[in-house]
């Protein structure tokens, strides 16, 4: 392959990304509304407090390695580390699962993909929800987060 060529396919590589990145940040609701919120409540209990907790709490020593190698479920509340993440990482790993752009190649992981099961906007009400059960400072910081 020439120089020129893989310039090429390496700068249509990276212009793909960036407007997946833009497609996704101008398209992502408000997750302060009230009616979004409200949906995410039943969706939440509906598809992630088995794991995640009624109260977002995780599953125990979710620090830990459970015996497969495999990470317990984290909390979704302030304790965790939900809100460390951008909106559009959230969004991308309820959506696809924990691999590539979010997790190593060969990471094993039990949250699965929620692709076909919810639709984009109803995984945008579950953060929605996830979101709206942080303290103000904490929102205040993942907002600084969406903000960079």
Known sequence: ????????????????????????????????????????????????????????????????????????????????????HPSEVLFGITKNGVRPPYGPPDYQSDMPAFAGVLTDDEIWNVLAYIRSRWSPAVRAKNDELNRS
Do not use: F
Request: proline share 8%; charged share 15%; with cysteine.
């Open 1 to 84: 392959m020439n120089r020129t060529l893989l310039i090429a396919i390496v700068a249509i590589g990276i212009a793909a990304v960036v407007a997946l990145l833009l497609v996704t940040r101008s398209t992502q609701p408000d997750l302060n509304d009230p009616t979004r919120i409200s949906a995410g409540a039943s969706l939440y209990a509906d598809h992630c407090a088995a794991c995640h907790g009624a109260n977002l709490e995780g599953q125990p020593n979710w620090k830990t390695p459970l015996a497969t190698g495999r990470m317990p479920a984290p909390p979704h509340d302030d304790s965790g580390h939900t809100w460390h």
